[in-house]
């Protein structure tokens, strides 16, 4: 009986030498794109929110203006100057920050989660802070000149000098960061956009009554409500300006205490925008 003939050792060794060549001729998955840096994502947002924002938002801005004027043309009946000057002129110009930056942001991060608009950002490789952050230094861009256009009538009507209102290059993007994270997170975190539309008057309301109204005719529990505010810290910071020998050392604790807020601020708008972007 013949023993069966042995396969030969070239083809068992061809056989998978034939298979190598197909696994190396397969396709291969291409490599992701890199993820968009921060900064230059940043840049890009805000240029993008500030050419949108830009025509609808400068008659909004002139409104903010015209009330904050209007106000302290009605306390100045009934305030004639000192410390209840300076606290009114410095909370009515801090208020157009409070309008822009708290109110409408509020408002328009409300209408962005209602309509959809944030699957476009979350379809975008970029980081959500930059998204946050983009948007509210659009909106805090715009209240600059209202504030400086308010503080100037303001010192005119209650003879104040005009030698610190250089102090407004700090106050108004330290507390228009802090206002603005406030104001991203009411309207990404409310339920329905009529709501993040009443959370932002609400807090525009807060920062009228709290921070234009002296807080020496205020009793402590206002004051302690005052205190809760972030933009009260940037209304005492520039109310100590008018000083005729200002306290620099508390004028700079009360802007750092506005930067640390602002940080908080945003970093809880940042999460409310992952929050409702992956919901």
Do not use: K
């Not at 009507?157 to 993007?173: E, K, T």
């Not at 700079?252 to 945003?266: E, I, T």
Request: glycine letters at 10%; hydrophobic letters at 55%.
């Amino acid at each position: 009986m013949l023993a069966p003939e042995p396969v030969p050792s070239s083809a068992a060794a061809a056989a998978p030498a034939g298979a190598a060549d197909d696994r190396s001729q397969a396709p291969q998955p291409a490599p992701l794109a890199p993820g968009a840096r921060f900064f230059p994502s940043l840049a890009a947002v805000y240029r993008a929110q500030l050419s949108r924002a830009r025509v609808a938002r400068i008659p909004l801005l002139f409104v903010a203006t015209f009330q904050s004027v209007g106000i302290m043309i009605l306390m100045r009946g009934v305030v004639d100057g000192g410390s209840e000057a300076r606290a009114v002129v410095a909370g009515s110009s801090v208020l157009v920050v409070a309008f822009v930056a708290l109110n409408l942001l509020a408002q328009y991060f409300g209408q962005l989660r209602a309509g959809g608009g944030l699957d476009h950002y979350a379809t975008l490789p970029v980081p959500p802070a930059s998204v946050v952050l983009g948007a509210a230094a659009a909106y805090a861009s715009f209240t600059l000149p209202g504030t400086l256009v308010t503080a100037v009538v303001g010192c005119l009507l209650f003879g104040l000098p005009m030698s610190g209102l250089w102090i407004l290059a700090a106050v108004v993007p330290l507390a228009g960061a802090a206002l603005a994270g406030l104001g991203a997170a009411l309207g990404l975190l409310a339920p329905r956009q009529e709501l993040a539309t009443l959370a932002g008057q609400l807090g525009m309301s807060a920062a009228l009554l709290l921070g234009v109204l002296p807080p020496e005719r205020m009793p402590d529990v206002i004051v302690w409500a005052r205190d809760l505010l972030p933009s009260t810290y940037g209304v005492e910071a520039f109310a100590r300006t008018f000083a005729p020998r200002p306290d620099w050392a508390a004028v700079a604790l009360d802007l750092g205490v506005c930067g640390a807020v602002g940080v908080l601020s945003l970093a809880l708008a940042t999460w409310a925008y992952r929050r409702a972007a992956v919901r």
